[in-house]
């Protein structure tokens, strides 16, 4: 960490006065920093093997969209203040941001914030254009929960995600939305965060994730409502969410453990193993 703070310092023009580690995230290290100067700022590392392999492309996808989100009022993202993607610099690849106001809330329903603002996320216009989406789901590879009483549900779910992918017309995806990647100050959304995955395809993926996400969180009710919150914000779909729907929720499967470490580390102890895998399996059932 030593290293990287250095080069922190030496991009921001200030010393380091503290460090204080982030949580809520799985795939890299976040650290806010204080510098001497009396800013604050974000610092995220990939540390990992897996991740420190593929750091290049997702730092500079991410440091790519919020150049180009730094002039659109309707996205709150953070700003870039430098990069090093391949970590010749530091210790790890990292990339240094502004801090936004507020925090991660994922113990309230806020679908309507959620909605409204992935409404505006999908009407920004970007050229280039981000690269096509990708499927995060191979139907052959789908593992299904050793422990399942519904394996005709996943069944039914594979034979679904096995056909062509439905026609669509592109908007702007941050592909990684839901509410651990929102923040709140208050009753507003202060912040959009984590654009690695930004890419180009149907608004209906986008949805289908953050509808998976409060599936886990706050139960199916909440999650497959979340659709008509993004439709009464002045969003459209393409008629086929079910099939983007089906495709998200595979790819927690077998369980959504990666995402639920992060959460209960942000207080939501009742997460458990049992409770997840039954939300997953019943939001699959109620979309099929």
Known sequence: MERILRWVSEQTGSGVDTVTPLRGGWTSEMRRVRLVDGREVVVRSFVTEFFRRHAEGLLDREAGMLRALADVGSVPAPRLLAVDSTGS???????????????????????????????????????????????????????????????????????????????????????????????????????????????WGPADLDVAHCSTALALLHGPEVGLRFADHYVAAGGQLSGELRHWQVLDALGFAPDAEKVAGPWRDLGRTDLTPGVLQDRLETCLQQVL
Do not use: C, K
């Open 89 to 199: 610099s530091g210790e790890a690849p990292s990339l240094v941001m502004s801090l936004l106001p507020g925090a991660v809330d994922v113990h309230t329903d806020r679908s309507t914030e959620l909605a409204e603002q992935l409404v505006a996320i999908h009407r920004v216009q970007i050229d280039p254009r981000p690269r096509e989406f990708q499927v995060w789901v191979v139907p052959g590879q789908v593992r299904v929960p050793e422990a399942t009483n519904r394996p005709e549900v996943w069944a039914r779910a594979v034979e679904v995600v096995a056909r062509e992918l439905p026609p669509y017309d592109g908007v702007l995806l941050h592909r990684d939305f839901h509410p651990g990647n929102v923040l709140f100050d208050g009753d507003q959304v202060s912040g959009v965060v984590d654009w690695v995955e930004t890419s």
